[in-house]
C-alpha cells in the first residue's frame, strides 16, 4: 500500500500550488491510464482493489511500459483474488516474460492458467490461447502454436480479429523454408497443423507455374473448407491480375552515377545479393543493369525491352517514374522503386518504394492502439515537416484522435520557448509568481503542465531527436509515450542514449538479432557486411529494398491473387493494394539505453 500512496503523492505535486487529486475519466468508454488505476486502487479494498492494481499493469503493459506493471503486481495480493483475477494476474506474468524475450518463463504461468478449473470468458480464453501461440512460436515449437492459434480463432467472433489470427499464423510459418516445413508435416496429428502446413507449401513450390497457383489453392480450399486460413482467402485475384510466368531477364534502372549514385549502388548491390541466394535454388534469370543518369527513362525502358526484358525494375526518382508513366503504356511488366501519387491503376505497374506516408499512418495505428487520442505533434519547420502533418492530420482525425497542440520547430532555442508555450509552463510560472506576491512569502512550487494531451508525435532527424526529447524530459513531459519515425534512428548506441524511451517503426532488417527473417534473407544480409561493410553502413535500408526487389519478382503473383497475406521481408510485411503499390507493414521498437529493443507484436 505504501507504494501506491507514493505514487499518487508524487503525481499530487506535479499539480502545482494547490494538490487536486486526478479526475476520474468522464466517460466510461475510457480506460483509466495506469496512474489513474493505482489512485482508483489506493481508494479501494478487497477483490476491487486488486482488479484495479492488475488494470494499471495491464495499461502500462500496452504503454510498453514494463517497469511500471511489474512495481503495480508487486503489490497484488493474490489471496483476495477471484479466480478469473487469478488467471488475469497469470496471464500479465506471461506477457511482462514475453516482452522481455524470455517465453520459456512465460510457459509455466500459462500452463497454470489452462490447468486451473475455472470458467473463463470468452475473451481470457482467447487471450490465453493467442499467448500460448505466441509462446511457442517464441520458443520455435511450431506445431503446439499452431493448435493454440487454431483454438484462439475459434474462440474469436469478430472478422478482423480472425483475420489478424489467421495472418499472425501465416507470417509464422512463411519464414520458414520447404525442408522444415516437410519436416513438420510428417509430425502434423490435427487437422488444423496439416492445413496451414500443406497450404504454405503450396505457395512455395518453386516449380509450381503462377497460372497454375490459383487452381492449386482453390484445391486446398475444398480439402479444408474450416480451416482458419480462409479468411486469407477471402478477395482473392484472377489469373489476369498475376504475371504469365516467371521472368527470365530481368532490366535494372537505377542512378549509379551523379548526386544518387551512391545510393543508386547500394540498391543494385543489395538486388544482386538476393540474385545470387536464389541461383542457390534453381532461379538464375538474365540481369541487364542500365544507369538512368546516362540517357532519358523512355529511351531505356524502350532498349530494356528491346533487349529481351521481360520484366523491369526501377526507376528510382518520381519524376523519372512520371516519365515513364507519361510515355507510352508498358510493355512488360514493371516494379518502380518509389511511389507517385494520385496515377490510378496502371497496366503492368506496381509502385514499391520506401514510402514515408506508410510509417506516419502507422504511427497513427500505434497510438489508436496504444489507446491515444489526444496528440502533440511536433514538425521541423519545412517542407518534410509540412508533408509529414498533411499525411498525419487527416488520417489521424478521421480515426477520431484530437491534434490538441502542434509546435513546428527551426533551432533548439526557439524548440525550448515553443514548448513552454505548449506546455503552458509560462502560465504556470505567471500563477506562481503573483501568488508569491500576494502571500509575500515563498510557497513550494513545481511547474504545472498541461495535461490534456496523452501521446507526442516528434518527427526529426536522429541529431534533433537528441535535442528534443531531453527537452521533453526537462519539461515535465517523461511520462508522456513519445512516438516517431524511422528517420529518428541511426543504431548508435552511444549517441541514441538521449532517445531513450522514444517509440518509432522501422524495418525488420535493422533488428535481425531479434526477429525471425527467412533464412534466406538473413544469409543475402550477411553476405552484404561481408561484401561493402561501409556503403552498408550509411544505407542500410536501401540494401534491403534492393534485396526485396529482386524478392518481389517470384511473390508479386502470390501476393496479387492473396492481396490479405502478407510476404515477410526485409523492409517490412508486404501486401499487395489494389492501385499495385506494394504496403509495408514495419515493426515497433522502443529505444532503452541507447539501444532500440522490439515490441511484441
Known amino acids: 500500500m505504501k507504494f501506491i500512496v507514493a505514487v499518487i503523492t508524487s ?14 475519466p468522464r466517460q466510461a468508454a475510457r480506460t483509466p491510464t495506469a496512474q489513474e488505476s493505482l489512485q482508483l486502487a489506493a481508494a479501494s479494498q478487497g477483490q476491487q482493489q486488486q482488479y484495479y492494481l492488475l488494470q494499471s499493469a495491464e495499461t502500462a503493459l500496452d504503454s510498453h511500459q514494463s517497469q511500471e506493471a511489474i512495481e503495480a503486481l508487486k503489490h497484488v495480493n493474490r489471496q483476495q483474488l477471484s479466480p478469473e483475477q487469478q488467471i488475469n494476474y497469470l496471464i ?55 493448435n493454440n492459434g487454431s483454438a484462439a480463432y475459434q474462440l474469436a467472433t469478430a472478422t478482423d480479429e480472425k ?46 507455374r503462377n497460372d497454375n497457383l490459383l487452381d492449386a489453392i482453390k484445391q486446398w480450399q475444398k480439402q479444408y473448407p474450416h480451416h ?110 518509389n511511389t507517385v501519387p494520385n496515377v490510378g491503376n496502371i497496366s503492368n505497374l506496381f509502385f514499391f518504394g520506401l514510402d514515408p506516408d506508410d510509417e506516419v499512418q502507422q504511427v497513427a495505428d500505434k497510438m489508436r492502439i496504444d489507446h491515444r487520442r489526444r496528440v502533440l505533434l511536433m514538425t521541423p519547420q519545412d517542407a518534410w515537416g509540412q508533408r509529414i502533418r498533411a499525411v498525419f492530420q487527416p488520417y489521424w482525425e478521421k480515426q477520431g484522435g484530437v491534434i490538441r497542440a502542434e509546435i513546428q520547430y527551426h533551432t533548439r532555442a526557439q524548440l525550448a520557448n515553443q514548448l513552454l508555450d505548449a506546455f503552458h509552463l509560462t502560465a504556470s510560472q505567471r500563477r506562481y509568481m503573483s501568488l508569491r506576491s500576494i502571500l509575500r512569502k515563498n510557497p513550494r512550487f513545481v511547474p504545472r503542465r498541461r495535461d490534456d494531451f496523452d501521446a507526442i508525435f516528434v518527427v526529426a532527424t536522429p541529431a534533433m531527436g537528441r535535442q528534443i526529447i531531453p527537452l ?87 501476393m496479387s491473387l492473396l492481396p490479405n497475406v502478407g510476404i515477410s521481408s526485409a523492409t517490412g510485411e508486404l501486401f499487395l493494394e489494389p492501385n499495385g503499390k506494394v504496403y509495408r507493414r514495419l515493426v515497433w521498437a522502443r529505444i532503452n539505453n541507447g539501444k532500440a529493443r522490439l515490441l511484441s507484436s
Not at 483475420?163 to 522444415?180: A, H, Y
Not at 548491390?269 to 546516362?294: E, H, K, M
Not at 544480409?525 to 542500410?540: D, G, L, R, V
Open 11 to 24: 503525481a499530487l505535486l506535479l499539480t502545482g500550488c494547490h494538490p487536486n487529486p486526478l479526475p476520474l
Open 92 to 146: 500479465i506474468q506471461a506477457q511482462l516474460a514475453l516482452d522481455e524475450k524470455q517465453p520459456q518463463s512465460a510457459l509455466p504461468y500459462l500452463q497454470q492458467a489452462q490447468s486451473n478449473n475455472v470458467a473463463l470468458s470468452a475473451d481470457l480464453q482467447s487471450k490465453l490461447q493467442k499467448l500460448l501461440a505466441k509462446t511457442y512460436f517464441a520458443m520455435n515449437d511450431i506445431l503446439p502454436g499452431l
Open 163 to 208: 483475420r489478424q489470427i489467421s495472418l499472425f499464423l501465416w507470417q509464422k510459418l512463411e519464414t520458414l523454408n520447404p525442408s522444415q516445413l516437410r519436416a513438420l508435416q510428417k509430425n502434423a496429428a490435427t487437422e488444423a497443423q496439416r492445413g496451414w502446413l500443406d497450404l504454405m507449401m503450396t505457395t512455395k513450390n518453386l516449380t509450381l
Open 228 to 337: 482458419a486460413a480462409q479468411a486469407l482467402l477471402q478477395n482473392m485475384g484472377t489469373r489476369n491480375s498475376m504475371l504469365a510466368r516467371p521472368a527470365q531477364h530481368i532490366a535494372l534502372l537505377l542512378p549509379l552515377n551523379g548526386d544518387l549514385g551512391n545510393q543508386g549502388r547500394a540498391i543494385r548491390n543489395g538486388f544482386l545479393a538476393a540474385y545470387y541466394q536464389r541461383q542457390s535454388v534453381g532461379y538464375s534469370p538474365q540481369i541487364s543493369i542500365l544507369d538512368t543518369t546516362q540517357d532519358s527513362i523512355p529511351n531505356l525502358y524502350s532498349k530494356a525491352v528491346k533487349e529481351g526484358a521481360d520484366l523491369v525494375v526501377g526507376p528510382l526518382l518520381k519524376s523519372d517514374i512520371q516519365s515513364l508513366i507519361a510515355s507510352k503504356p508498358l510493355a512488360v511488366p514493371t516494379i518502380a522503386l
Open 472 to 558: 521533453l524530459r526537462f519539461y515535465y513531459a517523461s511520462d508522456i509515450p513519445t512516438y516517431s519515425t524511422s528517420q529518428i534512428y541511426t543504431a548508435s548506441r552511444q549517441k541514441d542514449h538521449d532517445l531513450d524511451g522514444v517509440i518509432f517503426d522501422d524495418i525488420p532488417w535493422l533488428f535481425t538479432n531479434n526477429i525471425t527473417l527467412p533464412a534466406s534473407l538473413m544469409t543475402v544480409q550477411q553476405k552484404i557486411i561481408a561484401s561493402w561493410p561501409e556503403s552498408y553502413a550509411a544505407y542500410p535500408r536501401l540494401y534491403a529494398l534492393g534485396a526485396d526487389a529482386f524478392g518481389l519478382i517470384s511473390k508479386i503473383s502470390q
